[in-house]
């Protein structure tokens, strides 16, 4: 099974900052077969990105994602109040596994 | 629109038996993988359980495997996951989502039907 390690475990940033959060996988992740998730307090997931660096329909541009192999990276270029949630990446090159989630606080 | 819309859960005791439905609306639903994930209370995403659009593959993780079975009903747009043998560390929420594809992430995510396992 891969496991998937994220960091930080929470992230405190204030509006118009950027974030960086990151996936760090136990083995290489095939095809670049990695998503990240959004989750709101309340609320169901929702997809941001998937194949490693396509945004999904309807995921604004300052959400971007890169890396292959182990390392994968999320990047939110200018926080905004409602990016407060917590963020899941996923591998789905061998079976399906999550991340344990990094939460985003806004200062 | 796309909607997917979760019924089923309940209190159950442990050894006990579910059945999950998952109704979908707003796109050809026999051409998509569908996935079950759950989401104990204040922990993380565990995936749970796929099938494929005409419903002869699955995959289940090793957690639920022999217990929970995922079938569909292509003519009723409906998922479901039979859940037996049921035990206190199931509990969760419980959401169905449409694949992109088998072997792919998940785009459109239903609200969750709550499952607790206890006596």
């Known amino acids: 099974e891969i496991v998937l390690t994220q960091s930080p475990g929470t992230l405190s940033l204030s509006p118009g900052e950027r974030a960086t959060l990151s996936c760090r996988a136990s083995?290489?992740?095939?095809?670049?077969?990695l998503a990240w998730y959004q989750q709101k307090p309340g609320q169901a997931p929702r997809l941001l990105i998937y194949g490693a660096s396509s945004r999904a329909t309807g995921i604004p541009d300052r959400f971007s994602g890169s890396g292959s192999g182990t390392d994968f990276t999320l990047t939110i270029s200018r926080l905004e109040p409602e990016d407060l949630a917590v963020y899941y990446c996923?591998?789905?090159?061998?079976?399906?596994?999550f991340g344990q989630g990094t939460k985003v606080e806004i200062k | 629109e796309v909607q997917l819309l979760e019924s089923g859960g309940g209190l159950v005791q442990p050894g006990g038996s579910l059945r999950l439905s998952c109704a979908a609306s707003g796109f050809t639903f026999s051409s998509y993988a569908m996935t079950w994930v759950r989401q104990a209370p204040g922990k993380g995403l565990e995936w749970v359980s796929v099938?494929?659009?005409?419903?002869?593959?699955?995959d289940y993780a090793d957690s639920v495997k022999g217990r929970f079975t995922i079938s569909r009903d292509n003519s009723q747009n409906t998922l479901f996951l039979q859940m037996n043998s049921l035990r206190a560390e199931d509990t969760a929420i419980y959401y169905c989502?449409?694949?992109?594809?088998?072997?792919?992430?998940?785009?459109?995510w239903g609200q969750g039907t709550t499952v607790t396992v206890s006596s």
């Open positions: 989502a449409k694949n992109t594809a088998y072997v792919g992430s998940q785009d459109v």
């Open positions: 099938t494929s659009g005409n419903g002869r593959r699955t």
């Open positions: 996923q591998q789905y090159g061998s079976s399906w596994t």
């Open positions: 083995q290489s992740v095939s095809s670049s077969y």
